[in-house]
């Protein structure tokens, strides 16, 4: 029996992280290295390519500046504003590649705080891209949630109860690039029915990027087609986890890899084909290797082979 490989039609590297590594290998120097502040990617072997190149990676630039880095650089997640006080006060360059597309949300956030909206930013409290959203909103009123819990309110307007905190009767919502589409609306839902009572207003703004949904869209095909599915991406990798994950939702076993080596040869004893997607920091080198591992243990090859990357493609806005 024939048993294929079968590639998501959108995985791997995103356009943003295209971008961001192409602006920082470009800034690479061994002689006058670079830090970025924060990973630049998940991805342990694209990380030591990097390194090579002269770019490294500190947690802040006050660490980055105490090793003797000239130069500091924000990922493509973004950062708040204060990254540019930060560098100026400890005297080093301030390189950004934050993704444009996270840039719209950061400007989102605070156009609708200047309308006397409170923001929600549905996504995880603790993530760069999110912290930097909340920075850029300059307010106190402007939350991390991905439950109504996490909101500083304990029920809806209206409440009977005296003491309840309610929402204030302005409020919008923004979500984390990366989030996915259907939890987003149904969080959205939730939230509606505690801000709609008493003449509140909800603002939805989906600002999940396009590269994302078309990734979800992509793996929900695959997922109909195969009967693995294999998520290749860095162990420290939250969105290729969560492909793995959806993956299993979809009713497909799903295993999230690096690399390779990490494939167990009790995975592939499988009558049908094998689905490959990867996540946004993923190379197309480690891509292909792992369709080579297959290959080589007796899987067809791809039919399409590895799509190739259009330098002039740009996402919706
Ligand atoms: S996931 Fe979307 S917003 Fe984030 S870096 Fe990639 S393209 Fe940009």
Known sequence: MIRRIKLAHEMGYCWGVRRALDIISEAGDPADPVATIGDVIHNPQVVDRLRAGGVD???????????????????AHGAGPHMANEASEHGVALLDTTCPLVTKVQRMAQKLVNQGYSIVVYGDSYHPEVKGIIGWSGTTRAYAAK???????????????????????????????????????????????????????????NTICEPT?????????????????LAIGGKKSSNTARLAE?????????????????????????DGDVGITAGASTPDDVIASVIDYLVERGFEPPEEGLRDYDPEATPAF
């Open 57 to 75: 990676t500190r947690e802040t630039i006050s660490t980055a500046a105490q090793a003797g880095f000239q130069r500091v650089a924000i990922t």
């Open 147 to 205: 439950k109504l819990e996490d909101l500083p309110w304990d029920g809806p307007r209206g409440s009977k109860d005296p003491d309840a905190e309610i929402p204030p009767r302005k409020v919008a919502i923004v979500s984390q690039t990366t989030k996915n589409t259907d939890e987003f609306l149904a969080f959205c839902n939730k939230l509606s029915a505690w801000v709609l009572p008493e003449g509140g207003e909800l603002r939805i703004c």
């Open 213 to 229: 949904y078309t990734r979800q869209n992509a793996l929900k095909d695959l997922a109909r087609e195969v009967d693995m599915i």
């Open 246 to 270: 959806v993956g299993e939702q979809l009713g497909v076993t799903s295993y999230h890899i690096e690399r390779p080596e990490d494939i167990q040869w009790e995975w592939l004893d499988i």
